[in-house]
């Protein structure tokens, strides 16, 4: 039922109830005033009685004089009150209207009155003397009986008419009570059929728009109420249901982006088949333009057409609406394929489509060709949310495309370039092969030199020739740490489990005379961890780090350096302090370059030690960090794969423990 009959109803009735009431009330109201008026007439005509007895005693006699005018005008009025009494008039109803009872005190009121009184007053007017007397003494006896009679029947209307008020006034009580309780059932109803359903509905609304879109509206009414529940529901469902579409879509997206194995030919692959499985299509095409003829290639299709129609060529006066589509870079919709029959359309005479959408691929840079909908089965109508979804789709795969072509060119690009890398750095491995021995033998001459022929020469020659010696060992030992350093990247790197304590004291075994003679401390932190690499280049790592820390350790009179652990957001950290001549902030990057020195008069190396530690670190994906402060001394923080990390015992607590 329509609210607005439920409202109709509900209003209609009460004003029925209202109207009864009020047309009772307003009879009885109407009523009193006509009993009113009928005891002010009784009483008014009452003293006419005594007004008619007042003229008569005054009569001159035989119906001469005013007096007889004035008693025949009387006489009238009474006659009038008396039928209007008994018959109503304008003014009020009959007495017998009232009350039954009245109707026979009324009748003997008349009566009394033409039989007696009116007789008397007629004998009155035409009597004189004694006869005169007579009759005024007997009119004035029936008077009082007369006016008892009236007074009888103005009581009588009194009463009814007291009766009828405390009728009218418990009648207004109750009309009082009646609309309290009509009201009340009228808001009762208002509230179940439309307050309550619309608290519910205002609810579930909220609820949907808080996103629970699967919340059930508990209006189960058939008015226009549960109509726009029904309604909010389906809407509910729908934005639900579009939800889902734009996630998978996303997903699909996401899907189509990713260059797996296979190359562009994958990717274009699943831009086809997600296609069709996203926008509901019996078969999707990939269309780009020829490079150099006036056609179109098919580079996929979905499903099985994929090996059948791929490479196709289509011409262009074939595909009236994939140029549409390209040119004007808009989607173009046919929804029924048969009304252009005279048009030549390859998907309709080759793949009997019956409805057709041509969304372009419009990338970042520009239109890279068409993406084609074909409905096999039925004459589709495409809605704007297909069209929509299918521009979406079409911008992740013109995307995608783009990004497929630009990295197999990439990766094209890295192969030739990866390729001629190897080779240049074969061929220096195998320069410095070469140059290794020649610079070992140099230095192998010199001493040969300085041991025959050394007393023949002077001072200065001989120096000449230390000099000699020294860069022909300085050259030797550079080429076998470049050599090392390339070992490093190309030799495979089984993993060991280190003790970085023992690696430690072995280099420092070696290095003893170096500490000896520059007077260096070195301290070892108790309890290092153990590491995942391999122990050669573990070693390597702290010989070039503990080596250049004994170089650079400048006039600082108490020399040391410190080893040990310390632990940041990304794991455990081993480091080499020292408190050497430190190095300057613009140097930090530099100095990890192969053959980068810092600018130090007297010091010997290759510049190629610090390049050979973060060679070896990024082999494990580690990091090699430094914080100097120069004149203050420097930290090397290497983080290698760590299997066992320290132990913090109360040993392990205690100060680092001197090595040398």
Known sequence: ???????????????????????????????????????????A?????????????????????????????????????????RF?????????????????????????????????????LAAS???????????????????????????????????????????????????????????????KVIRAPLKQLTEGAERMAAGELHTKIKVDTQDE????????????????????????????????GMLEPGGLEGVLRRIADRASESLDADLTLVMVPHPTMECWLVEAASGTAFDRIREQIMLFEETPFSNQAFETKRTVVVTNLS??????????????AKSY????????????????????????????????LAQQFASYAAVTMENARLFEAVESESNTLRVKLEAVERKVAELIHEVKAPAGRVAEFASWIERDYGQHLEGKGLQYLAWIKGEGKDLASLAERTLNLARIKHEPSPMESVDVDSVIRE???????????????????PNLPRLGCRRIHVKQVFDNLIENAIKYMGGQPAPHVEIGTTENERGVLLYVRDNGVGIDAAMFDRIFLPFQRLAAEGIPGSGIGLSIVKTVVEQYEGTVSVESVPGAGSTFFIRLPVLSPARLTPDSQSPPVPAL
């Open 507 to 525: 280099v420092l075994l070696v290095l003893e005379d170096e500490c000896a003679k520059k007077r260096v401390r070195v301290t070892i932190a």
């Open 357 to 388: 959408m041509a969304v372009p691929l419009v990338g970042p840079h520009e239109c890279c060709g068409v993406l084609v909908l074909l409905s096999l089965t039925r004459v589709r109508t495409f809605t704007e949310w297909d069209i929509h």
């Open 1 to 43: 039922m329509p609210i607005l009959l439920k409202v109709g109803l509900v209003f209609g009735g009460l004003s029925l109830a209202f109207g009864l009431i009020l047309l009772t009330t307003s009879n009885l109201t109407q009523q009193l005033m006509g009993m009113g008026k009928a005891i002010e007439q009784a009483g």
């Open 225 to 256: 109420l549960g109509q726009l529940a029904r309604t909010f529901e389906r809407m509910a469902e729908t934005i639900q249901s579009r939800i889902e579409e734009i996630k998978a879509l996303h997903a699909t997206g996401e899907e189509i």
């Open 129 to 191: 003397g004694e006869d005169l007397v007579r009759q005024q003494q007997e009119y004035l006896a029936l008077t009082d009986d007369f006016i008892a009679d009236m007074d009888g029947i103005v009581q009588s209307v009194e009463q009814e008419s007291s009766a009828r008020l405390n009728w009218l006034y418990r009648l207004q009580i109750g009309f009082l009570a009646v609309s309290f309780g009509l009201t009340g059932v009228a808001l009762m109803f208002l509230h």
């Open 45 to 85: 005509e009452r003293m006419g009685l005594y007004k008619l007895a007042s003229l008569i005693q005054r009569l001159p006699g035989a119906g001469a004089g005013k007096e007889a005018e004035l008693i025949r005008a009387e006489v009238v009025q009474l006659e009038r009150v008396l039928e209007g009494l």
């Open 339 to 352: 009304e252009y029959a005279d048009r030549a359309v390859r998907f309709r005479d080759q793949f009997g």
């Open 88 to 124: 109503g008039t304008l003014e009020h109803g009959a007495v017998a209207d009232i009350n039954p009872k009245l109707s026979s005190q009324m009748q003997h009121v008349q009566d009394r009155w033409s039989i007696q009184l009116r007789p008397v007053l007629e004998r009155s």
